[in-house]
């Protein structure tokens, strides 16, 4: 009776052991999710995004490849939410959520885009047909960002990540 439980004993042991290991020895996502909530505009803007980091690759022209639509994140499709209607760069983007979507310009001059799809998988199934909005932004040189993060303020919000900042104004 004795070495039945002994026995029982170090087998849970030996199982908690390795329920341990396996759940210490599971890395994080090479590109967690993140979120970033702010007010712009009188409007609550969620941004909800994939955060990679540049790892020491080549980001603009390389992993991410001048004039294509690109995901503005990593995994799945960024979204955006306003909780009212704004404007974007002056044209007028309804309240609700949107797949949120670049198109990185080699001369600095990148395309902006609010799809009404805003659950999809990267941009694999991206349908232009779909866009409420597309607006041109100018990116501008920014001090290194190795994660990928957005921002927002009262009257616009930015993505940053490797040098590049995009910044995008909002107004009522």
């Not at 199982?15 to 409007?43: C, E, H, I, N």
């Not at 004039?67 to 002056?90: P, S």
């Not at 990185?104 to 991206?126: H, L």
């Not at 920014?142 to 995009?166: G, N, Q």
């Amino acid at each position: 009776m004795k070495k039945s439980f002994q026995l029982k004993a170090a087998f849970l042991f030996a199982f908690a052991l390795l329920v341990s290991a396996v759940t210490f020895a599971q890395d994080k996502p090479a590109s967690p999710r993140d979120s970033v909530s702010g007010t712009a505009a009188g409007s609550t803007i969620t941004i909800n995004y994939g955060s990679p980091s540049v790892k020491g690759r080549k980001i603009w022209g390389g992993l991410e490849a001048y004039g294509k639509v690109w995901r503005a994140g990593a995994n799945e499709a960024t979204t955006f939410t306003t909780t009212k209607d704004i404007k974007v760069e002056g044209k007028p983007l309804a309240a609700g959520t949107y797949g949120f979507f670049l198109i990185p310009a080699e001369n600095g001059t990148w395309t902006v885009i609010f799809n009404k799809v805003a659950k999809q998988w990267g941009a694999f199934k991206y349908d232009e047909s779909k866009d409420a909005l597309r607006v041109n932004v100018k990116t501008k040189a920014a001090p290194m960002h190795e994660r990928l993060v957005y921002t927002v303020d009262a009257k616009s919000f930015c993505m940053f990540w490797d040098k590049i900042v995009v910044p995008v104004s909002v107004s009522k």
